[in-house]
């Protein structure tokens, strides 16, 4: 059982959202009964190790790492340049002027031997991947440390990849969720199920499965685990706690009419997300008809650079406010305070519709 093996209370999971979450937001989640979690797919050996400790300093309760498997990418200076040649009026505007040049700003966990070695060495509790899986002989040099592995799957034919691949746990991301969709192959399809859809589905495999996408409140988690769902993963109602690392332009927009508005683009990092619509999503509809956006995350060096000059400039609407659809029921309050509100507002719910089914 998912909540037993990593010393859980209560089904929720804090999402591990890159450049977002911290040590300490990972921290008072597990202390306050769920799993926490920081995101190590952008970042460097060092600066993991280092969140690592700093999450440990803090708590002994199991936490969860995530890590980026994305297809390293592949450069394509035309495709760069036109790119750089379209964002350039944008960068001009703000008085910037914009990067020479693209390049790869963070590893893929599969190509990365440092951060593998790292994480067989420092055994945290829990270790999910997003975009894909890494190879078998990763898999079970982390498995070989007694970690729960768990994998996002935003497809029926993904999940059962994962299960092939001796994962533990699938996470279940529907269309709603905030930030990057955790497809294998952004090139491909995407049938955008929704959570309820997708849950109902993978629930009947052969994983315990983790729902993630929109949910904000504990009545939202008790519905997922309704559809038999063991967990809820939650990240957007954690954006707005003390503990994120949420600027206070992200932190305004989650608190503003802009919230009711989220958009999938690609412009930003050059695979698609679901963002608070914001300038640079109006920028990424406008010039995305006009020039290809470069590889993910190649693109990103770029979109980091114009949030830069944004806020050298003042602004704060050119940032990745990565946000789900249910935003509008984003509720700021200390992590802890949140953790066991969800969990009353669940056991509320669950106890309502027993009763009401009785």
Known sequence: MLLDRLGMTCPIIQ????????????????????????????????AGRAAIHAVRARTRRAFQVNLFCHTPAI????????WIAA??????????????????????????DAMLAMLVAERPAAISFHFGLPSPDRIAALRATGA???????????????????????????????????DFDPAADDDALSVVALVGQLARGPLPVVAAGGI???????????????????????????ESDADPAYRAALA???????????????RRARCVANAFTRLGAEVGDAAAVPAYPRAYAAGKALNAAAKRAGRGDYGAQWAGQGAPLSRPMPAADLVRL?????????????????
Request: contains cysteine; hydrophobic residues 55%; proline residues 5%.
């Open 15 to 46: 999402a591990p959202m890159a450049g977002t979450s911290t040590p300490a937001l990972a921290a008072a989640v597990s202390q306050a009964g769920g799993l926490g979690s920081i995101a190590l797919g952008a970042a460097g050996v060092d």
């Open 75 to 82: 450069a394509d200076p035309a495709v760069e340049a036109a």
């Open 87 to 112: 964002l350039a009026p944008h960068f001009a505007a703000l008085g910037a002027d914009p990067p020479v040049a693209l390049d790869e700003i963070y590893r893929s966990f599969l190509v990365d």
């Open 148 to 182: 729960v592995l768990m994998a996002t799957a935003t497809n029926p034919r993904e999940a059962a990849a994962i299960a092939a691949a001796g994962i533990d746990i699938v996470v279940a991301q529907g269309i709603e969720a905030g930030g990057h969709r955790g």
């Open 216 to 242: 904000m409140t504990g009545g939202g988690v008790a519905a997922m685990l309704a559809l038999g769902a063991v967990a809820a993963q939650l990240g957007t109602a954690f954006i707005a706690c003390p």
């Open 256 to 270: 503003s009419e802009a919230a009711q508005h989220t958009v999938m683009t690609a412009a930003i990092s050059g």
């Open 342 to 358: 969800l969990a009353s507002e669940c056991a509320a719910a669950t106890k309502t519709w027993a009763g009401s089914s009785a």
